[in-house]
């Protein structure tokens, strides 16, 4: 099992530019979340999903969107990218209580 | 609002000394508390958890305390090593599928 991946692991954008970070799990999880980490504050949820077809806002949704149309993929889109959104974006899949993390995106917007 | 505090934010400890961080909740709905480790380049892991029914847990060298009346929980690292230098998050969650809130992180370096 490959587990949680995500590409690109670097990307930088001009403001204004759009992008989609890929993320991707093959454990068969149906809840599934986005979180970008900033220095002093911790994790912060983005977006989640609890199967395929259903997504919901977390606690910093606005400037991003998503979409769930198959129990692995959840990319995460950006549609117009500002300097504030310069952050490290990790996607999780989640079995029972316990959240398995990709390995990061490490997003810097000039 | 910051549902889950932890403290403190970076944290550097001898070799073999004990390493202790702390969170404090405020959501009474919260009925599971994992900690994840964190290495630099990499996505956090889950170390331990815990439930509100008992009082601690123990892995190893890491133990987790739990004061439900006081909503606060903490972690220790006993004979801390330097491999165990990474940042450390609590959580918290309320049931099933549901959004598990983090708190800031600790960056812990244990210097030999």
């Known amino acids: 099992n490959a587990g949680v991946t995500q590409t690109p692991k670097f990307q930088v954008l001009k403001t204004g530019q759009s992008m989609t970070l890929q993320c991707a799990q093959d454990?068969?999880?149906?809840?599934m979340s986005w979180y970008r980490q900033d220095p002093g504050m911790g994790l912060r949820l983005i977006h989640y999903s609890v199967g395929a077809g259903i997504t919901d806002q977390g606690e910093v949704p606005n400037g991003y969107n998503v979409s769930r149309s198959t129990t692995e993929d959840f990319p995460l889109r950006l549609l117009s990218a500002a300097p504030s959104q310069t952050s490290v974006y990790f996607c999780?899949?989640?079995?029972?209580?316990?959240?398995?993390f990709g390995p990061g995106t490490r997003l810097t917007v000039l | 609002q910051q549902q889950v505090k932890q403290s403190p934010q970076s944290l550097i400890v001898q070799k073999g000394g004990i390493s202790i961080i702390n969170c404090a909740y405020e959501?009474?709905?919260?009925?599971?508390f994992p900690w994840y480790q964190q290495f630099p380049g990499k996505g956090p892991a889950l170390l331990i958890a815990i439930r509100p029914d008992v009082s601690e847990k123990k892995e190893g060298r890491f133990t987790i305390s739990f004061n439900k009346s006081a909503k606060q929980f903490s972690l220790h690292i006993m004979d801390s090593q330097p491999g165990d230098s990474a940042t450390y998050f609590c959580?918290?969650?309320?049931?099933?599928?549901?959004?598990?809130?983090f708190g800031i992180g600790t960056k812990l370096q244990v210097i030999p």
């Open positions: 454990m068969n999880h149906e809840y």
């Open positions: 959580a918290a969650t309320p049931g099933g599928y549901q959004k598990v809130t």
């Open positions: 999780a899949s989640q079995l029972a209580r316990e959240q398995f």
């Open positions: 959501n009474t709905a919260f009925d599971y």
